[in-house]
């Protein structure tokens, strides 16, 4: 760990201490992550395959669970809370065809607010505002897999923006986008106010939209700081299998 | 990234005298075993006793651990559903009368009841054995050199092949639900059951798209290797003579208590 900074405790966003996890087939995962990110802050999460990103943010809103502590906006992450973080936290998976089950885009994106059991003007309002954040309106009643992967991608997030989390935890959003789509994409998310946690291996979206860099390697947080100093530090990104810039 | 294995093969790895039997005679043994459990005369209990013991000396000789092979052949109990009817159908000497609806149970329908569930109980556990001492591909091998047809084989292997692929699609499906059902604060959650029911339905029916068109994909992706509707597989091994005895006493033994039970 390098260049770790000290931020206050009063608003913290997501506390991870001493995160362990294994797969059932026997893959340590995780061994003994420690990672706060404080209320508002961009980070993003950079790391080789297997290095354990997907599996910690899956741990973010308990759809895994290991062994450590995990404090979201103030909760500890336990049975009990499960849901009441399931609404805090947004969680965009890689594939957004796993994201998408339902048989229209209004169906998936109005799924978080109906579980909720928000009364249907509220659903309504917040479909619509979700939509209109990724600049998908007027997509409603398409289906989901009909859809190129750029606007997928978009709808995906569309889907947890919709039960206003305040935390968006997104996996590889960038992967398999073309030049534009990737653009699209950096605009939404610059514009969206969440605390955010985002795996990605493209450098120069790291660069342009978050201040902050987490590396991980072996399932740990090798390097954590500001971003221009760890993309800066040429040993540290071979050291790990990573893009030199 | 894989995430978490939904399901677990149906194979033990071990190295017990089961294990390492070959697995054509294995599958042909099952098979004749499940053969003879179905032609048992209904009531013959003696015959079945005789049945029972070299599969308990299979199981044992396989060292598979006892809880696993009775948790799985709970499989046999839908059977027993299909049977409970015959209880009150079948003419004979009455043995009680469930009153409100006046359905008098007969001794002859519950040795029919009783019978089948042996029957399926039994062929269910030779089933079991065989399965969690072969493993899957060696049982297709199998399967192959004894003449199955090539396309019935082909078929098992894809089934067995993108089981896995499809159970982890659906728990990924599941995931991305559970990901998005939350609760706020005094507020009920979790919408009408009917909802839930519908969102699920759904999720089937994408799943089942899916794999649908994955198989368009996988054809394709075999046409391009040059598949003519013929799979083709690599020939293998010579009979090992200690283990054609074996299985010849053993069928042996399975006539010779059918013999039995019918003079």
Redesign the interface.
């Known amino acids: 760990m390098r260049a770790t900074k000290v931020r206050a405790a009063v608003d913290t966003a997501i506390g991870i201490a001493n995160l362990r996890f294994a797969?059932?087939?026997g893959v340590q995962a995780l061994r003994g992550v420690d990672l706060t990110i404080a209320a508002g802050e961009k980070v993003a999460l950079l790391g080789p395959?297997?290095a354990g990103k997907?599996?910690l943010l899956?741990h973010l809103?308990g759809?895994?669970r290991g062994k450590g502590d995990i404090r979201i906006v103030g909760q500890t992450l336990r049975d009990g809370s499960l849901?009441?973080?399931?609404?805090?936290v947004g969680?965009v998976?890689e594939?957004p065809?796993?994201?998408?089950?339902?048989?229209t885009v209004f169906?998936d994106v109005a799924?978080?607010p109906?579980?909720?059991?928000?009364p249907k003007e509220e659903v309504l309002a917040r479909v619509r505002l979700a939509l209109a954040q990724v600049g998908m309106v007027g997509f409603e009643e398409r289906l989901p897999?009909h859809l190129s992967l750029g606007q997928k991608k978009r709808i995906a997030i569309a889907?947890?923006l919709s039960?206003s989390p305040a935390i968006l935890a997104l996996d590889e959003p960038f992967s398999s986008l073309d030049p534009s789509a990737c653009r699209e994409l950096m605009r939404l998310l610059q514009a969206l106010p969440q605390t955010m946690i985002v795996s990605t291996h493209h450098i120069p979206i790291i660069r342009h939209l978050f201040p902050r860099t987490v590396v991980m390697d072996g399932g740990r947080v090798v390097a954590d700081g500001d971003t221009e100093a760890i993309l800066a530090d040429t040993d540290l990104l071979e050291a790990h299998g990573l893009d030199v810039p | 990234?894989a995430?978490?294995?939904p399901f677990s093969e149906r194979y033990q790895a071990g190295s017990s005298l089961v294990h390492s039997m070959d697995a054509r005679l294995k599958l042909l043994l099952a098979l004749a075993y499940i053969f003879a459990a179905t032609l048992t005369p209904v009531g013959h209990w003696l015959a079945f006793g005789l049945l029972a013991a070299p599969l308990v000396v299979a199981v044992a000789a396989s060292r598979l651990p006892v809880l696993l092979v009775l948790r799985r052949s709970a499989l046999a109990l839908p059977f027993m559903v299909v049977a409970v009817p015959l209880l009150f159908t079948k003419d004979g000497d009455a043995l009680f009368t469930l009153q409100p609806f006046g359905w008098t149970a007969s001794e002859e329908g519950l040795a029919a009841v009783l019978t089948i569930l042996t029957k399926s109980w039994l062929s269910v556990v030779a089933a079991i054995v065989l399965t969690a001492t072969t493993p899957a591909l060696e049982l297709l091998r199998a399967m192959r050199a004894l003449a199955v047809p090539r396309i019935l084989v082909a078929t098992v292997s894809f089934m067995y092949r993108y089981l896995f692929v499809i159970a982890e699609?659906a728990q990924?499906?599941l995931?991305?639900?559970?990901?998005?059902?939350?609760?706020?604060?005094g507020?009920?959650?979790?919408?009408s059951v009917w909802?839930r029911a519908g969102?699920l339905g759904?999720?089937v029916?994408?799943l089942f798209?899916?794999s649908y068109e994955r198989s368009e994909r996988v054809y394709a992706a075999m046409q391009a290797r040059g598949y003519d509707g013929e799979p083709r597989f690599l020939q293998r091994s010579v009979w090992r003579l200690a283990e054609v005895v074996v299985a010849v006493a053993f069928v042996l033994y399975m006539a010779g208590v059918q013999v039995y039970a019918r003079y």
């Open positions: 797969y059932p087939d395959n297997g997907t599996t899956l809103n759809t895994l849901k009441h973080i399931r609404a805090q969680l998976f594939n065809d796993d994201q998408l089950f339902s048989p169906d799924f978080g109906l579980y909720m059991g928000l897999h889907t947890v039960m | 990234m995430i978490g294995v699609e990924r499906l995931r991305a639900r559970d990901s998005r059902s939350a609760r706020l604060e507020r009920r959650c979790g919408g909802w969102v759904h999720m029916g994408s798209l899916r």
